[in-house]
């Protein structure tokens, strides 16, 4: 990349960029902390991993959340438009009490981000994660005529006021409810699912949100950060009968294996001239600048690693009863959907002859890392490939469940080819002995065989989410 001007804004960058793809393949630091244990301040593990995952499945588990997930609150006479006009998500039947999990595309109907959006009443709503569609409805706000305010709070690591408002912990497992139970003020309220409530712990007004990460009976706890201890004290000290364990980062970022989660797409806003005003409005030191790609699919353009709500298993989400950025397109796509959500199950024997590398002469092949082997700042984009060697979708995170005795990927595979127990190729390490992220090194690939099966792949899970 030349230096011989200011780069300021994403556009900047993009264009003295020679190749976008090469750059944010080998040279982008990465924004978020799952490859960055330096951006936050949670423990990379509280005991270990392994008990740390058998928790949520056998007694109870902590989430911290505090510190990775940016928070935007949206208020004013056009908060509610605006929010329609930006989401793809029917919000006739948002109120307080209840939330949704909102997704914005562009105009081509491909994703930019999806984040939990609270109904908090009188007007003001809270979006919480996804950096990039945050972004994207500061910058709608921001050139367009809304009467709305913005109060934004960035995750820890991109923070200026050094200090978040509002902790975030997730308690969930089979004893979840019983931890819940004990520790509310005058008893826990009856909250079903993915709505909320306002409960009182350890003197703290705290907001509820009944989801799950797990597939049991999950709540996500959030309030003023300053009491952030206080809650989560009463939490460990009622939890300690019933086996509940705080988890790590380690374990944190390998939930979604069993969940179907997939986390950050690439925003689709790096080409078009409908957003070079958005890019040029984007700084060069944004997440969209930072991004860092990684796996065997390295496609010249970067157009390739743009999804559609449908890719990503949202389908069901999309609600064509009002007017957003998006609509026309997707509702063509909608028609034909090119790829859906799958989880990959990885053949034993080749995650062995994986391991096995490490204790043989000459060069291995790419480090299986455990819990979680993500080597793109979750942009990780593996090739799947049918026996013949055509590609037929993206396997993207990969990871260990010990529940399971499984490695695991979540992937998008071509809407024909998704047929549960197949058995496909995952094309496992990257092209030309690796890249020159620092996390990546020397290797050779190799394919590994895998079998089709449901997202999200638990059966616990699997009637959970139905429900």
């Not at 300021?8 to 978020?32: C, E, F």
């Not at 970067?302 to 998006?326: A, N, Q, R």
């Not at 092949?365 to 490939?385: I, S, T």
Request: hydrophobic content about 40%.
């Amino acid at each position: 990349m030349s230096t011989d001007a200011a780069v300021t804004s994403l556009q900047d960058l993009i264009d003295r960029t020679p190749d976008l793809v090469d750059y944010l393949y080998n040279d982008s630091p990465g924004a978020h902390s799952r490859l960055r244990p330096d951006l936050t301040p949670v423990r990379q593990e509280i005991t270990n991993w392994r008990d740390e995952q058998r928790s949520w499945r056998e007694s109870a588990i902590l989430f911290d959340q505090s510190h990775h997930m940016p928070e935007l609150l949206v208020s004013g006479p056009d908060a509610k438009r605006l929010l329609s006009h930006i989401g793809v998500n029917s919000l006739a039947n948002l109120e307080p009490g209840r939330a949704k999990q909102f997704i914005g595309v562009n105009p081509r109907g491909q994703m930019i981000g999806d984040c939990i959006l609270y109904d908090l009443g009188e007007g003001v709503y809270e979006l919480v994660s996804s950096t990039p569609l945050l972004n994207w409805i500061q910058f709608n706000v921001e050139t367009g005529d809304w009467d709305v305010t913005l109060e934004r709070d960035d995750n820890t690591s991109d923070n200026p006021t050094g200090r978040r408002k509002r902790f975030r912990y997730q308690l969930d497992g089979p004893n979840a409810a019983v931890i819940f139970d004990e520790i509310v003020e005058g008893g826990a309220p009856e909250i079903g699912f993915f709505r909320t409530a306002r409960v009182r712990i350890a003197g703290v007004d705290v907001m509820v949100l009944r989801h799950s990460m797990s597939g049991h009976k999950g709540y996500e706890i959030s309030g003023p950060f300053d009491r952030g201890d206080t809650v989560r004290g009463a939490i460990v000290e009622a939890g300690a009968e019933h086996g509940l364990l705080q988890a790590g980062a380690k374990t944190y970022f390998s939930a979604s294996f069993e969940g179907g989660w997939m986390a950050y797409p690439l925003p689709a806003i790096y080409t078009g001239d409908d957003l070079r005003a958005y890019r040029e409005w984007l700084p060069a030191t944004s997440w969209e600048a930072k991004f860092q790609l990684a796996g065997s699919f390295k496609p010249s353009s970067i157009e390739e690693y743009y999804v559609t709500p449908y890719d990503l298993g949202y389908g069901k989400l999309v609600s064509f009863d009002h007017d957003f950025i998006g609509r026309e397109a997707l509702e063509e796509i909608a028609k034909h959907p090119r790829r859906t959500k799958v989880t990959l199950v990885w053949d034993k024997d080749d995650v062995l002859r994986i391991w096995e590398s490490l204790l043989e002469p000459g060069v291995p092949f790419k480090f299986l890392d455990l819990p979680v082997a993500d080597y793109g700042n979750l942009m990780h984009r593996d090739e799947v490939r049918d026996a013949e060697g055509a590609v037929i979708g993206l396997a993207t995170k990969t990871g260990y469940s010990i529940n399971e005795r499984k490695i695991l990927s979540l992937a998008m595979l071509d809407v024909d080819r998704a047929n549960i127990g197949d058995e496909v190729e995952i094309v496992w390490g990257e092209p030309d002995g690796g890249s020159r992220k620092p996390q990546v090194e020397l290797h050779r690939q190799t394919v590994v065989r895998a079998t089709v099966a449901p997202a999200p792949y638990a059966a616990l899970l699997g009637a959970a989410r139905t429900a």
